[in-house]
């Protein structure tokens, strides 16, 4: 049985689509992430020495990492389902997008949180003009540039097929899908890339993800906005 060490809000909600996509059995062992820091809790740390999610378990093995978790779930089980014939422009395009997303596409939405909660941090009065000052500054300059150049980069790329890889859905959706989502809620408004809005809609439309927001309780990302 395939367990998956599930925390809220967070990347291993891709891993139970993935499994209900393949139809494959497995169980949730749920873990919560503290209010207060929304980081993981320490009990993680017994699964895997990050204490980060996702992370599976597996017929002895303890496999982290999204694209990994992804990666060996449609080579050990999906039987040639969810990914391009091996050789093929698509599967060459499969291969970039699965490393693409939180290679290139999270780094800067991962900067725009933490300068968010910056300029919303409780500080001393005397230095909350400079800090916010300066992670505001950052943002406009930067980090918000880089989202949109992302944003506008992927946008393009829907234009040319429906999926990412190609004319057929795969795991790389399902790898693209956080990105695209924390974009929607952190990166701001997404009604300028109407491919990328209608991307998230069709995934979110999709029974197997319908399944997996029920295994996986309440996730605050999917359809995120501003």
Same mark, same amino acid.
């Given at each position: #049985?395939?367990?998956?060490?599930?925390?809220?809000?967070?990347?291993? %909600?891709?891993?139970?689509?993935?499994?209900?996509?393949?139809?494959?059995?497995?169980?949730?062992?749920?873990?919560?992430? &503290?209010?207060?820091?929304?980081?993981?809790?320490?009990?993680?740390?017994?699964?895997?020495?990050?204490?980060?999610?996702?992370?599976?378990? =597996?017929?002895?093995?303890?496999?982290?990492?999204? *694209?990994?978790?992804?990666?060996?779930?449609? &080579?050990?089980?999906? =039987?040639?389902?969810?990914?391009?014939?091996?050789?093929?422009?698509?599967?060459?395009?499969?291969?970039?997008? #699965?490393?693409?997303?939180?290679?290139?596409?999270?780094?800067?939405?991962?900067?725009?949180?933490? @300068? &968010?909660?910056?300029?919303?941090?409780?500080?001393? @009065? @005397?230095?909350?003009?400079?800090?916010?000052?300066?992670?505001?500054?950052?943002?406009?300059?930067?980090? %918000?540039?880089?989202? =949109?150049?992302?944003?506008?980069?992927?946008?393009? %790329?829907?234009?040319?097929?429906?999926?990412?890889? *190609?004319? =057929? @859905?795969?795991?790389?959706?399902? %790898?693209?899908?956080?990105?695209?989502?924390?974009?929607?809620?952190?990166?701001?408004?997404?009604?300028?890339?109407?491919?990328?809005?209608?991307?998230?809609?069709?995934?979110?439309?999709?029974?197997?993800?319908?399944?997996?927001?029920?295994?996986? *309780?309440?996730?605050?990302?999917? *359809?995120?906005?501003?």
């Amino acid at each position: #049985m395939i367990t998956v060490h599930h925390l809220n809000n967070s990347r291993s %909600q891709r891993v139970l689509w993935l499994l209900e996509e393949l139809g494959l059995p497995y169980e949730i062992k749920h873990y919560q992430r &503290d209010p207060k820091t929304m980081l993981a809790p320490p009990e993680l740390r017994a699964v895997h020495p990050l204490g980060k999610s996702p992370v599976i378990t =597996d017929d002895g093995l303890t496999i982290a990492e999204s *694209g990994a978790i992804l990666e060996y779930l449609v &080579d050990r089980y999906g =039987d040639g389902r969810l990914k391009p014939v091996a050789g093929t422009e698509d599967a060459l395009r499969y291969r970039y997008w #699965m490393h693409y997303a939180e290679g290139s596409a999270m780094p800067p939405l991962l900067l725009k949180l933490v @300068f &968010d909660r910056i300029e919303r941090a409780p500080m001393p @009065f @005397f230095v909350k003009p400079i800090a916010r000052g300066i992670a505001a500054k950052a943002k406009r300059t930067f980090v %918000q540039p880089q989202i =949109d150049n992302h944003m506008n980069y992927l946008e393009a %790329q829907l234009a040319r097929q429906p999926w990412f890889a *190609g004319a =057929d @859905f795969t795991a790389a959706d399902v %790898q693209m899908s956080f990105p695209l989502e924390a974009a929607a809620q952190r990166g701001g408004p997404v009604a300028k890339q109407p491919r990328i809005t209608d991307f998230l809609q069709r995934i979110h439309a999709r029974p197997a993800y319908r399944r997996a927001l029920e295994r996986g *309780g309440p996730y605050a990302l999917m *359809g995120g906005s501003d």
